[in-house]
């Protein structure tokens, strides 16, 4: 299975910690004792046969049921236990799902949990994670989602700036005023903002320039422009007052959050505790305050 899901006898072997000699002999013997050829070798990959593939989804079938039982000797879908692998976003976990896993844990001292933060979408089967938080439109697969809120992209600036600068009332507006950018979300010299059907790109200048969203937020606080970020990144600042949101009808429409997870026969315990307990808090934590949220006109 590492060597059809590597895609080639070094990644697996690399994989597997083992010697690219090992695995090739291990798949010559395979096949071999099955009497079939598994792959088809071409000069950058091994491609499993339509038999190689069969054996593979057998061979995970019999894999699963064995975990399974492991699973069921050992209490874990009766009582939460074990360790519980979750994935999100780097400043979303952070952020957000952090302060509720450390609340878990007091709470079920037999769970252990493994978090993995990455700014890329994992594979749960193949990362073995049992857990993550997405954000945007799932596309279609055989995962279950849990809707847990939405995030907003807000533009916003701290209250003393404004005074001593104004407030932009349309996008053509920024061009007067420092910018702070994370270029991922916005380029330093261009900024887009769509109205309805109406796309806009003004230029911008920006005075500070972040590798991340959070240093964008501290530069906001601090007085040094105006930034674009998420709302679970600046609404308690927003809420507190601190923060001024603007231009709130030239932005996109929110990005659902969900958990998604594999389907089971039977839910471990430990992940059943687990989103009844993180849903609602994460739920109350993603709530948008109104006044970060588009007006009518802007659909």
Not at 167 to 180: F, K, R
Not at 218 to 232: C, K, N, P, Q, W
Request: charged share 25%; net charge positive.
């Amino acid at each position: 299975m590492a060597v059809a899901e590597a895609g080639s006898l070094t990644a697996a072997a690399r994989r597997q910690n083992m010697p690219l000699a090992t695995v090739s002999r291990k798949v010559s013997e395979l096949e071999a004792h099955l009497r079939t050829k598994l792959f088809n070798r071409t000069t950058r990959a091994f491609v499993p046969t339509d038999a190689g593939l069969s054996y593979i989804a057998a061979a995970k079938r019999i894999l699963a049921d064995v975990s399974e039982a492991e699973r069921t000797v050992s209490g874990e879908y009766t009582t939460p236990r074990g360790e519980l692998s979750v994935s999100t976003l780097v400043a979303l976990g952070r952020l957000c799902l952090q302060p509720i896993l450390s609340d878990f844990l007091k709470t079920f001292p037999e769970v252990d949990v493994h978090l993995n933060l990455q700014d890329r979408t994992v594979n749960l089967l193949e990362d073995h994670i049992d857990v993550a938080l997405r954000v945007g439109h799932l596309a279609d697969s055989s995962l279950i989602a849990v809707r847990v809120g939405e995030i907003h992209r807000v533009v916003c600036a701290s209250a003393a700036y404004l005074e001593a600068r104004g407030t932009p009332q349309s996008p053509d507006d920024l061009l007067a005023h420092d910018c702070i950018s994370y270029p991922p979300m916005q380029s330093p010299s261009t900024w887009r903002f769509k109205r309805g059907q109406t796309d806009y790109v003004v230029p911008v200048r920006s005075r500070f320039v972040a590798s991340n969203l959070e240093s964008a937020s501290d530069a906001v606080r601090a007085g040094l422009g105006i930034t674009e970020g998420f709302s679970y990144l600046l609404d308690r600042s927003i809420k507190s007052k601190e923060l001024v949101p603007l231009l709130q009808d030239f932005q996109p429409p929110p990005q659902p959050v969900n958990f998604v997870y594999s389907p089971n026969r039977f839910m471990p315990a430990k992940l059943r505790a687990f989103l009844d307990f993180a849903v609602p808090r994460l739920r109350e934590r993603l709530a948008v305050p109104k006044d970060m949220v588009r007006s009518p006109r802007a659909s």
